[in-house]
């Protein structure tokens, strides 16, 4: 498999740092140049971010299993935990 990796620079609206991002995509280079890709993933930021609060905050990093039912079960019982 072919895949290029596109490194962007974007603002964090939460700590108004600049950070560098790599994009890894399979997307062509002529439909989907450079500036086209940092705008498509702008628009997914929120989702990203969202994301990737949830895991840590639900400390769901790593799983004990590999199945998606135990994974379910996993992430119910982080939700719990944290209830308390």
């Not at 991002?21 to 140049?33: A, H």
């Not at 994974?71 to 308390?84: K, L, N, T």
Request: aromatic share 12%; hydrophobic share 35%.
């Amino acid at each position: 498999m072919k895949f290029r990796a596109c490194k962007v620079r974007i603002s964090d609206p939460d700590t108004g740092k600049d950070e560098w991002e790599v994009l890894l995509t399979n997307l062509n280079r002529q439909e989907f140049p450079l500036p086209r890709m940092k705008k498509l993933y702008h628009l997914r930021w929120g989702i990203e971010s969202s994301f990737r609060k949830l895991k840590y905050d639900l400390g769901c990093i790593q799983f004990h299993s590999k199945q998606d039912n135990f994974i379910e079960m996993e992430i119910y019982a982080h939700m719990i935990s944290q209830s308390d």
